[in-house]
């Protein structure tokens, strides 16, 4: 079946450490994104990539890093400069081709990260 | 730039009951509109879309919702709710972007459902 594949679904880390949360998805489409979710405040765009190799910060990006270097993956970083990393993070994909008058978001099943 | 707004972070309703969760969207032209439900722990999962035409919109589950332009709304609704609609909602708003959409979402509201 199709889908959006995040891995790990729960990790933990000590402050000061580097980690990256892994997105894959099979869907064959364009477009992927990042979604930080604090409990009260909805979720938040990280970042998001229109087309292999290029990116665009959101309105959290920073403390984080992403790459696309293949379609299918779309890989986080959650660097030890940001500053409260501890939250579930969600990876999705837009499934919109140019020009058609439609659309959504497909989400993955999450990333909750726990900083120590 | 675009925004929305849940003003009800917590509702609950009794099973069998009828519900309208609200959600406010502030743009100046009409955006793309969205209703996403997740379950705890887990991802979103869409519910209903508007694009353009016909402002009632049905989705999955028994959900609908209705564009009101005059007072940027876009309201779900549910005739009778059922002990398994019990999660957390979010509305979301896209601003028409040529396939380079990007969704801001509202804060959410948590759904109860009480026997």
């Known amino acids: 079946d199709g889908g959006i594949t995040q891995s790990p679904k729960y990790l933990f880390r000590k402050e000061g450490q580097n980690v990256t949360l892994s997105c894959e998805q099979n869907?064959?489409?364009?477009?992927m994104y990042w979604y930080r979710q604090d409990p009260g405040q909805g979720l938040r765009l990280i970042y998001y990539?229109?087309?292999?190799?290029?990116?665009q910060k959101g309105d959290i990006a920073e403390g984080y890093s992403v790459s696309r270097e293949k379609k299918e993956s779309f890989p986080l970083t959650v660097t030890s400069a940001q500053k409260n990393p501890t939250a579930f993070y969600l990876c999705?994909?837009?499934?919109?081709?140019?020009?058609?008058?439609?659309?959504?978001?497909?989400f993955g099943e999450g990333s909750r990260l726990t900083v120590l | 730039a675009q925004s929305v707004t849940q003003p009800d972070i917590h509702i609950t309703v009794s099973e069998g009951a009828s519900l309208e969760l609200r959600c406010n969207y502030s743009?100046?032209?009409?955006?793309?509109l969205f209703w996403y439900v997740q379950s705890p722990g887990q991802g979103l999962q869409l519910l209903l879309k508007?694009?353009?035409?016909?402002?009632l919109v049905q989705g999955i589950k028994g959900f609908e919702a209705e564009f009101k332009r005059s007072q940027s709304s876009f309201n779900l609704r549910k005739p009778s709710v059922h002990w398994s609609d019990a999660a957390e909602y979010f509305c979301?708003?896209?601003?028409?972007?040529?396939?380079?959409?990007?969704?801001?979402f509202g804060t959410g509201t948590r759904l109860t459902i009480i026997p």
């Open positions: 999705a994909s837009w499934n919109r081709a140019r020009g058609a008058n439609t659309g959504e978001l497909f």
């Open positions: 869907l064959n489409h364009d477009a």
């Open positions: 990539s229109q087309i292999v190799n290029d990116f």
């Open positions: 743009y100046g032209a009409t955006p793309y």
């Open positions: 508007y694009f353009s035409g016909d402002t």
């Open positions: 979301a708003v896209g601003v028409p972007n040529f396939g380079n959409e990007k969704l801001t």
